[in-house]
């Protein structure tokens, strides 16, 4: 609650240029309702998210990277754009992300990031996947969930979401 006071960004934008030489196809989990068209990213009119302090926010996107590539190539660019609350300037940071950036196994990525990807992955199951095909989706999130609460000791809000993927699986959605 108190992060919600404690607003130090408004109209945060992220915006991914993927390059098609090296990522062949891509798609977002998540985020629908907040798309925003390309044009609208630097129009400063147009409102977007708040972040508070010690906030994060997690893009999750799943990519089908190209053949034979190297740990310099890059896979594209994030950009953020925001308006700081101090000041009111609107400040844009960008990142290139390699494939150097993106070459762990996901079991070899952090517990919180496997977390948010199952959370996305639950949310565009329920969304996109037909129900006759839901059941053997979300097998696959709730094991992830699983672990991932296990390696977080239990942390509450990963073992409660873990303990929802396995009562919607398990009544037949």
Known sequence: LENSFNTIASD??????????????YRSHGYDSRALQDEQFRDDTVDAGEVGSGQGVTVVYETNLGEKLKPTDVLGTVHIRYRRT???????????ITVEDVSKAFDQTRPTFRLACAVA?????????????QQQALSKVERTAELVAGELGYYTPAKAFAETVKKLRVMGL
């Open 86 to 96: 101090d000041n009111g300037e609107v400040e844009e940071i960008e990142k290139t």
């Open 12 to 25: 945060v934008k992220i915006q991914v240029e993927w390059n098609p030489k090296t990522v062949r196809a």
């Open 121 to 133: 992955e639950f949310a565009t199951v329920l969304k996109h996947t037909p129900p006759e095909a």
